[in-house]
């Protein structure tokens, strides 16, 4: 068949499901429903067989664990759940959770019975609830993945409803949800309903499935057949019907029961046993009659038809010895491809459709990036990838999208394939198919004969000038033209000779109506086939034509109507119109948005309906109008990964295909829909070249690049628009995480507190997690979605109270995007004191208070009375009682005179001796009475203050009380109209809550001078702080009555200013500094605020009042200090309020200070520390 002869045949052609469902089918769920598929018809591309297929294919891997930072290198298994999260285990570090973006660890936790059993996972499952089940070396654990916890399952001995032994091997699960587990010691069954175990364990007397205890492998093939394997007796088989009737008869009976007959219920007759096998390790099947079967000792097929086992051989001499290698895995990919790993042998694709395999081996680790021979376990993922687990080696992986494009790369066998994997020019005939490249010359492939002829710069008479080939045309006598660096040549098909026939660098070429025309570095010029000469083209625009223009031509493409395109490297799009000899030139211009895009011109392409289509270096691809003579800038950063568009080409289908700098893409006018394919999927490389294209008669696209040529059917690569799941990761509030996984719509009713709100999203889809891309919007918050990129997280501050929803969308790396949205709503409720009935209640409340307080005041005064009369009785009966006493006492002191009569005289003797001495004293007392004399000022001072003090607090305080007294006698008179009634409650309220403040006054200073004042510091929104002090003025009625302003000043209102300090004693400083600027302030305004100063916040209260003298400024801040000014007004106070301030400031880490001018008014500052 010729190397462009491709087709697809029964026997031949293949699927690949880009995202297909976990490693066993009957895990199916409804994700594989909502996985993006893309179904690539694979066909016989002959030409490459030779060249890419010598006996085995070419299946280069990639390596996972040193991009992605992997725990651990020895990965001992792998699952994929149904939301599409890869579950590895990982010897010596336990369960690892990767999701594309990050890995969680599960491990064994010494003394914690919630972790993981044993760090040394060997199976992974997940279950309809999407529990994970790890079976390990020590016991069985399911992981509830909500909380994180796991449950242990562990054997005990004496209870046959445990599992049999506690050394694992595999686990699955049936159709019906019981998981079978390969044990040590037998087959164990869980019924997860239940929690209990049913035994299989060797009986003599039955053919049972564990004909002997030591279970190595458990499979279930598409049938529902379950498959044992057995370290020492064979293989067996239970069938789906038997499967069925043990779950439905152990659902209505007891396991005790069920286990005692057990053999009985799987009928043993149905059993197959086949002893003549080496030690199985591993299980599969991809065809229902042959069942493959990897031993320590080769590999073998059993043939359920003829019930026969044959051993499978290797035909290569050179791998003869992998007849017999110790097997671990098989899995069979969406490709037909039998993945095999051995134990210490390296990996084998086996092709079953025509035998063709290849052998990874560590050995040639830069060739095929396989870094260990021995390989654990084998999965293929929802997106078509292939992981394979190694030993010390860590995660490998293949993508089978890698041959959707066939790609033709240089060969060391020149005789059999290119010379040089740099293309840059390609032409087609019905014959031939000419390739040209950078350094390797013109290569020719025969169609008829698979073969290359390879034309070089030899230096011989009748050979090419340079072996960088340009690009490629074919006049109407036949004729070949090829344009290298070294200037133009000439090929006739009858013969091998290249003739020179211009010595210019050739760029581009083009033949229109019977002449060449040629593109250069310098410009563009017209050459004559039939007299081999340039031909000056008949026009006034000579200094366009020319080869002296100096402008770089990249294209000339000439359309249905004649007019002859000129793409240019930098300065845009040439239109000539030959007929009018008219020429165009198409720039950018910013301020207009139908013209071309940009002026890096690299592709022009008229389709089949006559729209002319221009791709450029960095500005995408652009449709133009005839009509309007305008240009529409078709591509978007959405839909088309790559502005850089090398060439443009249309299939039979109407479909454009265009060589791109993210790989190949198309785009279906039809449905204006893009479709992107990476060089994961096969194409060449991310650059192509814009003269090496071409499409052949039957339909076959070729791209050339840097890196070799594709070659492609369109007809034969169809896209099914399912996609790849999205979920959200984590949900944080407050950066502490309340889920996890969420992967459907739900609700959320979180705190009124809840202000930070964080969103982490992954798209499961593990080509190229780091290049999925993701929009978002919270409604009604957003107004549009919100374009992250590659950014997979979103936060959001200070949510109002209210319902939102948070969507998000994936655009997968080949710029698929899905069509269906993750919602997840959100209820933010209102506070307490925002609701509807709080405000009634709270009128309630102080309704009941003041009825309660004055059914107190009357109770209080009823006991008081009686106290008092009780006093006076007693006070009487205890002056009789001192009457009597005191006439006692007369007589006793009548006695005591004459006694003192006669001391008298000896102290007058005595006064003499005192005299003397008092002489001596009173030079000591004279130096003493000084020192007493200041102190005695101060103590005089002291004693002043605390006097006015104790008569400004009596005042203080009788003034509100008699007041309170005075309003509640006018209310027990009742004589009040009710409409006067709530404004002498207001007047009780606000003397209620100026003793209030005094007595907090007095108990903050006994605090503070007891050394007992405790700070308790927080996270404080300082400007929310500031607005709910304004808010608490807005009714003060001393402002209202004075119409003073007050005024909130702050650098940053509308952001959230966060720091850690009292908020309680923060307020009271400021509460007590806005009173105070009320009380002497009676006009203008009074404005507070704050400004941030490296790690304090300084803090200021401003009014407009009397101001304060200078000589009184140091004596504000000492107790009981208060400065009355000059005027003749009495300002109520206590003089306590500051020197509580300057206090509170020093604990809070800062001090206090002032500025004032009198007559204009006061500034008051303080500082805080912030952290």
Same mark, same amino acid.
């Given at each position: ?6 087709? $697809? ?5 293949k ?13 199916l ?14 066909y ?18 990639a ?24 579950w ?66 562990f ?36 019924n ?40 020492? !007796? ?41 002893t ?33 086992i ?9 791998l ?141 008479? #009748? ?95 000439e ?5 002859i ?67 529409t ?19 039979d ?6 060589g ?54 369109p007809?034969q ?59 978002y ?13 590659? !950014? ?9 109270? #209210? ?60 006991k ?7 006093e ?11 009457y ?40 000591m ?17 002291s ?19 008699n007041?309170?007294?005075g309003?509640?006698?006018l ?73 003073i ?6 650098p ?10 009292? $908020? #309680? ?93 009198? #007559? ?12």
């Amino acid at each position: 068949m010729s190397l462009l002869n491709i087709r $697809q045949t029964e026997s031949e052609s293949k699927t690949i499901k880009m995202c297909k469902s976990s490693n066993s089918h009957l895990f199916l769920t409804d994700y594989v429903q909502k996985t993006l598929y893309v179904i690539v018809f694979f066909y016989t591309f002959q030409f490459i067989q030779p060249i890419t297929f010598s006996n085995s294919l070419k299946i280069k891997l990639a390596h996972f664990s040193a991009t992605n930072k992997l725990p651990g290198q020895s990965i001992q298994c792998i699952h994929q759940d149904s939301l599409g999260i890869i579950w590895l285990g990982i010897e010596s570090v336990g369960l690892t959770k990767y999701d594309g973006k990050r890995t969680t660890i599960y491990n064994n936790v010494p003394g914690d019975t919630s972790t993981l059993s044993s760090n040394y996972p060997e199976r992974i499952i997940s279950d309809e609830f999407d529990q994970i089940w790890v079976a390990t070396s020590n016991g069985l654990n399911r992981l509830n993945r909500k909380t994180g916890k796991v449950k242990r399952f562990f054997s005990i001995p004496e209870n046959k409803k445990t599992i049999s032994h506690n050394t694992l091997y595999d686990l699955k699960r049936d159709s019906f949800g019981s998981i079978w587990i390969a044990t040590q010691n037998g087959v164990s069954i869980l019924n997860p309903d239940k929690h209990e175990f049913l035994r299989f364990l060797h009986n003599p007397d039955y053919e049972n499935p564990a004909s002997h205890n030591e279970i190595s492998s458990i499979h279930i093939d598409r049938d529902n057949n379950i498959w044992i394997a057995s370290i020492l !007796r064979g293989l067996t088989k239970i069938s789906a019907k038997r499967v069925a009737h043990l779950n439905e008869i152990w659902n209505s009976q007891s396991t005790t029961d069920v286990s005692a007959n057990i053999n009985q219920i799987l009928n043993p007759s149905q059993y197959l046993r086949h002893t003549t096998l080496p030690p199985v390790r591993a299980i599969n099947s991809h065809h229902p009659d042959t069942i493959w079967l990897a031993t320590q000792s080769g590999l073998y097929r059993y043939f359920q038809k003829t019930n026969t086992i044959k051993k499978f051989s290797f035909e290569d001499e050179k791998l003869s010895y992998l007849n017999n290698a110790t097997y671990l895995s098989l899995n069979f990919d969406s490709n037909n491809l039998l993945w095999i790993g051995s134990a210490n042998d390296g990996l084998i694709i086996l092709n079953l459709n025509n035998n063709r395999y290849q052998h990874l081996d560590a050995s040639n680790y830069v060739k095929n990036e396989l870094k260990s021979n021995s390989i654990r376990e084998i999965m293929e993922s929802n997106c078509g990838l292939v992981w394979i687990c190694t030993k010390f080696g860590g995660l490998h992986y293949y993508d089978i999208r890698q041959q959707t494009f066939p790609v033709l790369r240089k060969s060391t066998d020149y005789a059999n394939g290119l010379n040089d994997e740099f293309i840059l020019s390609i032409f087609s005939d019905k014959e031939d198919l000419w390739i040209g490249t950078k350094s390797g010359g013109l290569n020719r492939y025969h169609k008829k004969s698979n073969s290359f002829t390879y034309y070089t710069a030899d230096g011989v008479e #009748g050979s090419l000038g340079s072996n960088r080939i340009e690009d490629i045309v074919k006049d109407n006598t036949g004729t070949l033209w090829i344009g290298t660096e070294a200037g133009l040549y000439s090929k006739h098909s009858t013969n091998n000779q290249f003739i020179f026939r211009y010595p210019t660098h050739i760029r581009s070429l083009a033949f229109i109506k019977d002449f060449l025309w040629l593109g250069t570095s310098n410009g563009i010029f017209r050459y004559s086939t039939t007299e081999k000469k340039p031909s000056p083209l008949p026009t006034k625009h000579h200094s366009f034509f020319d080869t002296q223009s100096n402008i770089y031509i990249i294209e000339i493409y000439e359309d249905s109507s004649d007019n002859i395109w000129i793409a240019t490297q930098a300065t845009g799009l040439f239109q000539y119109i030959p007929e009018s000899d008219q020429l165009i030139h198409h720039t950018h211009q910013p301020n207009n948005p139908n013209s071309i895009s940009g002026d890096q011109v690299r592709a022009v392409y008229e389709d089949i309906t006559n729209r002319l289509w221009v791709g450029t270096k960095s500005d995408g691809l652009n449709l133009f109008d005839r009509e309007l003579n305008s240009f529409t800038t078709i591509s978007t950063p959405e839909t088309l990964p790559s502005n850089t568009i090398y060439h443009i080409l249309e299939d039979d289908s109407g479909v454009l295909w265009m060589g791109t700098h993210s790989g190949i893409s198309s785009f279906d006018p039809a449905s204006e829909k893009f479709m992107n394919y990476p060089p994961v999927y096969g194409a060449q490389s991310y650059v192509f070249e814009t003269n090496a294209f071409s499409k052949t008669e039957d339909g076959i696209i070729l791209m050339g690049g840097n890196n070799g040529l594709n070659a492609f059917n369109p007809k034969q690569i169809h896209i099914e628009l399912h996609e790849s799941p999205i979920i959200i990761s984590n949900l944080r509030i407050f950066n502490e995480s309340i889920a996890t996984d969420i992967s459907a719509s739900k609700e959320f009713v979180l705190s009124h507190k809840s202000t930070y709100i964080s969103f982490e999203f992954a798209m499961l889809d593990y080509t190229d997690p780091d290049e999925n891309r993701y929009m978002y919007i919270l409604e009604p918050f957003d107004e549009n979605w919100i374009y992250s990129d590659t !950014r997979n997280f979103a936060n959001y501050t200070n949510l109002e109270p #209210g319902k939102y929803t948070f969507k998000v969308k994936g655009i997968r790396s080949d710029g698929m995007t899905n069509s269906k949205t993750l919602e997840l709503s959100m209820v933010i409720p209102s506070p307490f004191w925002k609701t509807k009935w709080f405000t009634p209640l709270l009128g309630l409340m102080l309704v009941s208070i003041i009825v309660l307080a004055y059914y107190l005041k009357i109770l209080s005064g009823k006991k008081r009375e009686a106290t008092l009369k009780a006093e006076v009785r007693q006070r009487t009966n205890d002056l009789s009682e001192a009457y009597n006493k005191l006439e006692q006492s007369n007589l006793q002191i009548e006695k005591h005179n004459r006694a003192l009569r006669q001391q008298r005289d000896r102290i007058s003797r005595q006064n003499l001796e005192l005299k003397i001495h008092r002489q001596n004293l009173e030079l000591m007392v004279a130096d003493r009475t000084k020192d007493l004399e200041e102190e005695k000022l101060k103590a005089q001072e002291s004693d002043q203050l605390k006097s006015a003090f104790l008569a400004n607090m009596s005042h203080e305080i009788r003034t509100p009380l008699n007041a309170i007294m005075g309003f509640i006698d006018l209310l027990q008179a009742g004589e009040i109209k009710e409409e006067e009634q709530a404004y002498i409650n207001n007047i009780i309220q606000s003397n209620s809550n100026t003793l209030l403040q005094l007595i907090n006054d007095i108990i903050d200073l006994s605090i503070i001078e007891a050394n007992q004042m405790v700070i308790y510091k927080s996270s404080v929104n300082f400007n929310q702080l500031l607005q709910e002090i304004k808010a608490h003025y807005s009714v003060n009625a001393d402002l209202q009555l004075k119409n003073i302003q007050l005024l909130l000043e702050s650098p940053n209102t509308e952001d959230s200013i966060i720091i850690n300090t009292d $908020q #309680g004693r923060v307020k009271q400083i400021y509460f007590n500094l806005i009173n105070n600027a009320i009380k002497f302030t009676e006009k203008g305004f009074i404005s507070f605020g704050y400004s941030v100063s490296q790690n304090k916040m300084v803090c200021f209260v401003k009014d407009t009042g009397i101001g304060i003298e200078e000589e009184n400024m140091d004596k504000l801040f000492k107790r009981f200090h208060k400065i009355e000014p000059n005027d003749t007004k009495v300002h109520r106070g206590t003089g306590l309020g500051l020197s509580i301030c300057k206090n509170l400031c020093k604990l809070l880490g800062g001090d206090i200070w002032l500025d004032s001018v009198p #007559g204009e008014g006061t500034t008051f500052y303080f500082s805080i520390e912030t952290t």
